[in-house]
């Protein structure tokens, strides 16, 4: 599979990048952000991932965890959209209650909508190596590394949690997500800002990841 595509001058240009024409830049496509529910118990709502395409472009790409490594940043987010996706078994989790959770969270959304974005880095001598690094699929993982968003809603109640008529609490954890008294996952709302696209070894959304061309 390719995970790198070369670029033209024009593609630059149509996605208002600023780019020297002194380099050859590569494109990575990349499912950010969807409405599963993630390892945290949080799922993103169909609008904040509309949001969420319209924030990206113009971020940092590649920027690993690690914020010493300021030199990893050598992408740049250039475009975005959201897409409405057939489910596919390996996008649902593997425990029954996952699934039960991930019905629920599509079923709200309206369908399984999948956040994509084209990243666009230049081959320097210090980038070509993170760059031949996904371009072989070793680096596939990634995660919206930091945002803000308004609010957590309520999947059972389909109201805000600090509702006072909505009596569930957001879970933090497994046991919390399967208890009584707690809401089975918390959709995140009103995205805000998004400041980076990350390079990481596990992300929160177990299926972010770079996808092929
Ligand atoms: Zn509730």
């Not at 496509?29 to 395409?53: E, G, P």
């Not at 008529?165 to 995205?191: D, T, Y």
């Not at 696209?197 to 092929?212: E, N």
Request: aromatic share 10%; with cysteine; charged share 25%.
């Amino acid at each position: 599979m390719k995970f790198l595509r070369e670029v033209t001058e024009e593609e630059l240009q149509n996605w208002g990048v600023r780019y020297s024409s002194d380099y050859k830049y590569v494109a990575i496509k990349i499912a950010v952000a969807n409405v599963l529910v993630n390892r945290s118990f949080q799922s993103w709502s169909f609008d904040s991932l509309k949001t969420a395409v319209k924030l990206l472009p113009g971020n940092p790409f590649i920027l690993d965890h690690n914020w010493n490594q300021v030199k990893e940043v050598v992408g740049t987010i250039a475009t975005g959209q959201t897409l409405k996706l057939p489910i596919n078994k390996k996008d649902l989790g593997i425990s029954e209650d996952e699934i039960q959770r991930n019905k629920l969270a599509i079923d709200i959304a309206g369908g399984f909508y999948e956040a994509q974005v084209i990243a666009v880095a230049p081959i320097l001598s210090d980038t070509k190596n993170i760059l031949d690094k996904i371009g072989s699929g070793i680096i596939q993982k990634v995660s919206i590394g930091a945002y803000s968003f308004n609010h957590f809603v309520c999947p059972s109640c389909r109201k805000k949690f600090e509702d006072k008529s909505c009596f569930c609490l957001p879970p933090k954890n497994h046991k919390q997500a399967n208890s009584e008294g707690f809401a089975p996952f918390s959709i995140r709302e009103g995205l805000r800002d998004t400041f980076e696209v990350s390079v990481v070894v596990i992300p929160r959304a177990a299926t972010a990841k770079i996808l092929p061309w």
